[in-house]
């Protein structure tokens, strides 16, 4: 079968790697001049790179690890040790871990969580505890029934001190979903949580080697290509033109520079695409279709990817850091967490800036000054005195709508990968799957489409 399928992020890579491996013939179109969606990266003109967000590779991700090791290259992903870092507000420039011991789940997470005495009493570690017991008993059913909770009020309900959520859980719920505990659906950190603490290496993370564009989207392309498949960037989606029947008739491609627009036809059709840029093209006549209706319900969340380069080194730790400041989220010295990026001598913070909302349309000279303020705050003995860390540069690339934004009650509108249109299917993070708007939950979307036309095409 021909399935043409709009978008070549990590969903619709999968979708068409997962189809050429069963004989199908994919052609992905793409509306950019770039792979990859919301991990793109572009090099800039002195050669160095900056991508659309700090990637981070979990040990809880099955379907995306199993692709690395399908293409061969799971050499490419650098693990770090099994830790978690976050830095210190009230003691600037010092940074307090949770060490994971080498021990099996859940005993390694326990362990890590006693262990550290900087940010919780043992009062709250043993309140907190009790807080997950119903979670860990009834397991993931409970962790969907929560999906009508926020995490702040999740944590009310179960009596667990407020004083918690400021230590570990804005940074958490920051890192997941680029929102804060009162607007996050406890259904979010639940699931983390669950993985975290039932997989020994649940929590371990990975940076990859290089561009995601590169060293990730690039063999997935080489791997369709050789499978019979095509990926055609600068080829938009205009319009999902329909037969009679509301069946799918074609895809309308925008003809660029002043060519004319062209109808791609194939045997089947997949959305690929974001869920924002999806809803805008959705047929008139699917729009009371119970399933393409509740995806009014979904809406990606702005967020704000930095990268800055400095005269010297700040910091050698190699791994990922949770800032906890209220203006940044996670960040890492991509100088010694990613080999492509190494440099022995200056530092390249890839920091992300969330909640973005109040700053999304600021302009990148003030993001530049309000994240260099925080810096000050971070890393002060670099900061402070006569001889300052200077920046030699910097790139900012704001994400006005990322991954659907998890606000109690979004589980409902995800829709599964099959829709009520025969020739139509929908892959990406936002579908319904169990591991969030991720890129595991991309990877696996895309999967689960190909497996649903591979089921349906053998009927
Ligand atoms: C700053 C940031 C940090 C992140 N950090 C992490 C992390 O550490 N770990 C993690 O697991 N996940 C992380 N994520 C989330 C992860 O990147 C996404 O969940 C995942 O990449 C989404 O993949 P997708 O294929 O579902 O969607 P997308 O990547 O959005 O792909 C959709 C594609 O469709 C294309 N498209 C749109 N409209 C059209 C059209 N009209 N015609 C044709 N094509 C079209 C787009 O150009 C895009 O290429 C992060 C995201 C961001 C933004």
Known sequence: M????????????????????????????????????????????????????????????????????????????QWKEHTMIFNQPEKPGTYSRFDFPDLPAPINGVIAILRNNDMLTWAEKIRFGLGLIPAMIQGQKYVEEMDQYSWSEWMQKQNIPPRIEKEVFIAMSKALNFINPDEISATILLTALNRFLQEKKGSTMAFLDGSPTERLCEPIVDHIVKGGGEVRLNAPLKEIVLNEDKSVKGFLLRGLDGAEDELFTADLYVSAMAVDPLK??????????????????LEGVPVINIHLWFDRKLTDIDHLLFSRSPLLSVYADMSNTCKAYADPNRSMLELVLAPAKDWISQT????????MEELKKLFPQHFEGK??????????????????????????????????????YLAGDYTMQQYLGSMEGATLSGKLTAKAIAEDCKK
């Open 2 to 77: 021909r399935v043409a399928i709009a978008g070549a992020g990590l969903a619709g890579l999968s979708c068409a790697k997962y189809l050429v491996d069963v004989g199908h013939t994919p052609i992905i179109l793409e509306r950019r001049d770039v792979l990859g969606g919301k991990i793109a990266a572009w090099k800039d003109e002195d050669g160095d790179w900056y991508e659309t967000g700090l990637h981070i590779f979990f040990g809880a991700y099955p379907n995306l690890l199993q692709l690395f090791r399908e293409l061969g290259i799971e050499d490419r992903l």
């Open 280 to 297: 805008v093209m959705l047929p008139e006549a699917w729009r009371e279709i119970d399933c393409f209706k509740k995806l009014e319900g």
């Open 387 to 424: 001889n300052p860390a200077q920046l030699r540069k910097a790139h900012v690339i704001k994400t006005p709508r990322s991954v659907y934004k998890a606000t109690p009650g979004r589980q409902a509108c995800r829709p599964d990968q099959r829709t009520p249109i025969a020739n139509f």
């Open 364 to 371: 990148d000279e003030e993001i530049i000054q309000v994240t």
